[in-house]
Each structure stands twice: as C-alpha cells, then as structure tokens.
C-alpha cells in the first residue's frame, strides 16, 4: 500500500457518459497529480493540484476536469466519454513539488465501450 | 509530449545479470527520476538525481545523469525474478514530471 488511495480499480461506462475518479494523497502530501496511461500515448501529465490551487495543467481535454477539497482528496471528472479515453488514470502525491519523488496511487482502470 | 526516451524498448536477461538502460531527454531539468511498474500496477519511485549531480546509488540501483549529452542510465546489478517490470525515466521542467515511454525489462529464472 503506497499511501495513495483511488477509487474505483475498475470502472466500465458507455460513451457519452461521465465518471468522477476519486484520489486521497499520502497523509502530508500537499500535491496530487493526475495521469493518464494508454497503450498508444504512454503516461500524460493531465493535471497538478498544490494545497487545492491548481499548479501545473498538462494534455488535459476540455470535457476533463479536477479539483482538490480542503481535506487534499482529489477528484477527476470525465465527461462525454469516448472509446479512446479509456486507458489506466493514475493519482500520485507528494510533499512538494517535482524536486521531491511521486508516491502513485493503483489506479482506475477505465473501460468506456 | 514525452520527454524522456528510453533504451532499449525491451531487455531480456538472465538473473543475477546487471541490466542497463538509458534515457535522453531534450530540454534543460531540474531533477530526473527512474520509477518501475509491475504490469497494470502504479508506478513506484526508485530515485531522484538532481541536476548537479552525476551519479547515485540505491542498493542494487546505480544512477548516472550526464547533463551535457542528455541523458541518464539506470543500472540494476545482480537482477533477480522481481525486477521484471518496466522502467520509466522521468524528468522535470516547469512543475511537470513527464515521463518516457519506457523499458520493459524480463529477468528470467
């Protein structure tokens, strides 16, 4: 158990559809961030959250959208769905910001048919 | 976009074999670091090379960062059935960590 907790593991929605992923950071992490593994593009930095302000923003498309709760706990909102948004989203924390190592959480595993 | 690359794309070795794999990258960084992940599983932190540095050791991880070429490499000695899995370097530039594309990397019985 690295620390970092996402809900759900698995996820399967049709297209059209919107998914919220949910992400608790490592107790005392400040920083949560969102990527997105797929076969074909590899790991994308979606976005990065810092004490519930956003820090950093990556590939992320305009139908996703985050945020961070006063408590750290991050959300990831897909909405409109495609075939080729499925693909492994992943949640890591840390104390600051990239000078320090990524703790990642398992993941939501995606599936949209 | 990626950053980093690795090389090889895939490694296949004996255990107690070393591995080596490289990395280059393509813009100035503030740090660069090698995570692994096991099949399907998240990514777990190995090692942070700052930018001034030039070599690193963890354990059976040694790290080298040669900033004038761009690039780095990761050597696993001893390997065992455990570290199959893939390895991705990744680098940091204006609060992103991007990483590469990464190495699969097999270490057989």
């Known amino acids: 158990d690295s620390g970092v907790t996402q809900t759900p593991k698995h996820l399967i929605t049709a297209t059209g559809q919107r998914v919220t992923l949910r992400c608790s950071p490592r107790s005392g992490d400040l920083s949560v961030y969102w990527y997105q593994q797929s076969l074909d593009q590899g790991l994308q930095f979606l976005i990065q959250y810092y004490n519930g302000e956003e820090r950093a923003k990556g590939n992320i498309l305009e139908r996703f959208s985050a945020q961070q709760f006063p408590d750290l706990h991050s959300e990831l909102n897909l909405s409109s769905l495609e075939l080729g948004d499925s693909a492994l989203y992943f949640c890591?924390?840390?104390?600051?910001?990239?000078?320090?190592?990524?703790?990642f959480g398992s993941g939501t595993r995606l599936t949209v048919v | 976009s990626q950053q980093g690359e690795e090389d090889p794309q895939a490694l296949s070795i004996q255990e107690g074999e070393n591995a080596t794999m490289n990395c280059s990258y393509k813009t100035s960084i503030n740090n660069l670091q090698w995570y692994r992940q096991n099949s399907g599983r998240g990514l777990v932190h190995l090692i942070l090379?700052?930018?001034?540095?030039r070599e690193k050791h963890s354990g059976r991880l040694r790290v080298t960062l040669d900033t004038s070429k761009k690039s780095s490499s990761l050597l696993i000695t001893a390997s065992r059935a455990a570290d199959t899995a893939s390895y991705f370097c990744?680098?940091?530039?204006?609060?992103?960590?991007?990483f590469g594309a990464g190495t699969t990397v097999t270490v057989r019985a």
């Open positions: 990744a680098t940091t530039n204006d609060y992103k960590l991007s």
């Open positions: 890591a924390s840390s104390e600051g910001g990239v000078n320090y190592g990524y703790t």
């Open positions: 090379i700052r930018s001034n540095e």
